[in-house]
């Protein structure tokens, strides 16, 4: 948004907009992502647009969470990292996260690491998480990994290697498979509304 519409949204009330902006094209979000996994509520969309509290991403941050170079993350469908509190997401390399994966509190993702011997250089390795992920409360994903679609990571989880199988439960420091999914029994559920951040999939 040019900044002219961005200082007519903070003049006006609050109430005013809440009651308004859903009935406009570009706000249908407030409405049609209301019943998925990541609502985009008026709050947050404020929050993040308007007052500039958090990062200027094409997706929904939460405002104590980071997101350090959003424009090297490619977000699937229903894909928000940052949009649970607490998270910190580092993305010096490319981040990639597949549809309908989603991301708890307090999770970390980074693609760079010190080098042990000259702390001034980073090392830098990409990181792709497949689609219908669950990444658990307070695990870290580190540089380099690599998860296929449908692996469930255990809260606290350090995830050090890729699992690029999927359809796994893992879990522990450093992670390690707890449990092998049945593929048959996976569900590759649909949203009615397909949201990529604030815009829809098509676009």
């Known amino acids: 948004m040019n900044r002219i519409k961005i200082i007519i949204l903070k003049l006006t009330p609050n109430f005013i907009l809440r009651r308004f902006l859903p009935f406009l094209n570009r706000f249908k979000f407030l409405i049609e992502t209301k019943n998925t996994q990541t609502p985009i509520t ?14 200027n991403a094409n997706w929904p941050i939460h405002q104590t969470s980071k997101v350090y170079k959003p424009e090297n993350i490619k977000c699937g469908i229903e894909t928000s990292p940052g949009y649970s509190p607490g998270n910190y997401i580092q993305a010096m390399g490319k981040i990639t996260i597949g549809d309908y994966t989603q991301i708890a509190p307090n999770v970390g993702i980074i693609t760079a690491n010190h080098s042990l011997y000259d ?9 792709e998480i497949g689609r219908y992920c ?19 990571v255990a809260a606290g989880a350090i995830v050090t ?38 815009n829809k999939k098509e676009k």
Not at 119 to 127: A, G, M
Request: charged share 25%; glycine share 10%; net charge positive.
């Open 134 to 152: 669950w990444i658990g409360m307070g695990a870290i994903i580190l540089p380099g990994v690599i998860l296929g679609d449908y692996t469930i």
């Open 119 to 127: 702390n001034r250089e980073h090392i830098i390795k990409n990181v």
């Open 161 to 198: 290697k890729s699992f690029d199988n999927g359809f796994v439960v893992i879990g522990g420091n450093p992670a390690r498979i707890l449990k092998k999914l049945n593929k048959k029994e996976c569900i590759f559920h649909k949203s009615e509304y397909e949201y990529i951040g604030y």
């Open 42 to 55: 008026f709050d947050m969309w404020y929050q993040q647009k308007v007052r500039k509290t958090t990062q």
